[in-house]
């Protein structure tokens, strides 16, 4: 093995930043004579205070993993499925990058549309507009989908953010719904943890919802066990109890800080004056007045009023005549969750948010709110789950506690910090996508995951199994025939598996970009080997909660073998097929170099991976730091200040009514109406948030009697790092790891014993497993932890090991959030013993 | 004579033919900047990337790092500016 240019003979450590998960916590490498001998936290680096996940500590098994491809691979073997040797070959750059140019270039000429891509390497997301310089629109994958679907673009809606967490610093009660935050999973877990002890340590009460005793529901003060896809009910049912019964919420935050006081008609818009301007009701004048004309302490923030022969009522009245059915015994029916907790836990919350009171930081005095509600994944990446994020956070604006002390806080996508924008009537301009603009609408469509009937979704890669199979029936006019995978595993991540195997038989070819073999590269025509994270270059600042900065991914050794950065295999393939001058133009818009033009990429000269970071570091942080600067002191990571995390938006409304939601979904009725088409689903385009089933619950009365769900701990991402034999071992070794979990009560009622082989049967597939039976599971639950979800892997330990999920799942729009296109991550089963 | 420096993106720099160029105007505003660019089909740039007054949803202009709203192509320009144009690509994934 070669030395590294950089790195002296005796032992060294290198700084650069963690590429296990997307998040990238900065780390420091010990090298001794060209070989990375241990990886641990930088403790200079202020976003993981020197701490590392299991993952982190792992990254050397990936970088020296005996299975790794390290050097490019055609397939010799016509024939693909299941289980079908590819029979690889190693071949030269040349000859690989010489094939895809040859059968990527013949389907660009013909219609470009007809590539599909899978692309799933977050840390490179100035490398996802590939496909489209290639002029392709389709999108194939769901792996931040099953996350992100429904969370981002409320987030983005609300305050700018593209992500959220409570104040660790400051909050005093933390509501945790199906979220790993600071426990296991989410945001920059590694600081978030030490964030969390430290919070713990100074009282911090923490009440945790999910189905499974998850590390933040055993570490809780509280864990409450719920049915999945049903915390929004519990929710629900708490906002009933604050405004219904205990009449305690923050006022003067809805009615000086949102829309909340603005006039609702009964058609559901808001009223709005000649000049167009949003109304409120005056107390003053006993009439609706512009809403920059009322003097804010005249402003009513409830009430119905008549007004030349209509009746409008405030937006927050409107939200509180429709929860006034949402009783905590009506909630308690769905959630499987007492009434009395219900209203024991929102009387808590209540009382600890401390309504009314401020704080002064750096001399500057604000409302102080140290109660708040977090979320993820698991509560919200459901069928509604446009409900559930706007659910979570209305109920937290009733305290008052968005982006101030102590509570709910927007987290940025990256260093560029929120999207703030003035928007209509004084309210922060909605911004459901940060990733892409929305296409608009088009029929037919050119997108095969139906992007463009999505005005504020992100990418519903999951109803690629729908569209591609049945093309007709949503109008699209060609199939795709071509497909590039980069480091995503569509037959692990999408639902239905038996329908992916089916689209991908029809790929005339296939190429993958990835660093080790999976379920999906083994269908590939050809391999092209990328180098790990400890090879390669990077900035990287991704959903920083405490901080902002970029941290410089650099290799530490010698590539391993004969592996390329991404980068340069998509610019090489870019060059051949004659668009590389169009590849460096998008990467002028992605990179931000179009707002400053000294930095802007020639395109028509080639740019390296260093220059291209290099180019990047100056045009944020200056010409004295570009990558040279990086190379030497690793980040640039800084806390951010009060005034970036608090109320960045200054005195711009946040929205309470979401009237931009209703008002697209009657512009996309209309727009389906006049192409013909009548039965595309659009009812979860509402202003406000209420209770409906989703068809996971309605699953439930054809006989499905359980739920499923999977979940996944601090030793893994996604599923790549279940192939890894360190974190595999240590998986083995946790009985939550070791099998399909079901609770003692279930259990012997259906007669399983630990050990006992089980299957599990939704309307979409079934999977089978073996049955571990734990406490710590709602007796209506079977649990399959993502880290025994592959069915694939080159390691013979884990060959096999355990359960494919995603086989559970559905990928049709039954089973996807209608307004967002986030798709239901849990289903029903039957359940019987084999 | 003011002149403002023209970066073009993708397929306005296929309008253009260049991808950088000063360009020194008589009259300050950037529609007529627009005006004043002739591309390859014979029109101007504004002909190509305005309709009815306001700049097309397809593609942006950024004057000194500020992304123009579509009905602000009278702003004026004082000489010295950096004007970006670009085709927007709505089709990058993510999720």
Redesign the interface.
Known sequence: MAVAQSVPAESNWIPSTCGMCLHGCGIRVQVRDGVALKIEGDPTNPDNLGKLCPKGNAGLSRLYDSTRVLKPMKRTNPRKGPGIDPKWVEISWDEAYGTVARELGKVRADDPRKLL?A?GDFQR?LL??W???FG????F?????YC??SYHPVNGSVDGSFAAINDYDRCNYWIQIGSGDGFSSHLHLSGSAKRMADARMRGMRVVTLDPRMSVAAAKADEWIPTLPGTDRAFVLGMAHVLIHELKQYDREFLRDRTNAPYLVKEDGYLLRDDEGRAMVWDMQLAAPQPWNAAAPADMALEGAYEFAGMRVRTGFQVWADQLRDHTPERMSEICTVSAETIRRIAREFVEAAQIGATVEIEGKTYPFRPAALNYYRGSQSHANGLFDNLTYKMFNMLVGNIDVPGGHLGVPLDHRGFFIHEGEDGVLKPEPHQ??????FKYPP??THL?EWFPIG????QLNTETLLEPERFGLNYSPEVMLMYHSNPLWNLPETDKVEKIMARMKFVVAIDIQRTESTEWADVFLPDHTYLESYLLNCLEPPAVTGHSLRQPVVEPVGDTKDAYEILTEIAERLGFR??WN??L???TGF????KY?L???KRYGVEELWDRYARSIYGDDKGLDWFKEHGHAVRYRTPEETYMPYGKLRIPFYFEFIKRLGDEMQQKFEQVGMKDWPLDNYQPLPFWKNSQVIEDGKAGYRFYAITFKESLHTFADTVVMPWLSEVSEKDAIHGGILVNPITAENLGIQTGSRIRLTSPAGSIEGQAQVVEGIHPEVFGVSNAITRHFVTNDRQKQRGSHFNRLLTGSMRYTDSATGGLESSARVRVEKI | MPAANISALGATRKMLGFSRRRVEFERATVAELLRSLGTVDGRSLYDNLVCEGRLRGDFAIVVNGLSLKSDQLNKPLQGGEEVVTMAILRHLHGG
């Open positions: 891509c692309i997301i996802w507009g496909p489209a310089v392709s629109p389709n999108f994958t769901s792996l931040g989908n992100g679907g990733l892409h603009p929305a296409p608009p050119d997108s992007m992100f990418d519903a890669g001058d169009d133009d998008l002028n818009v992605v179009t707002a400053n033009p802007l020639d395109p028509e």
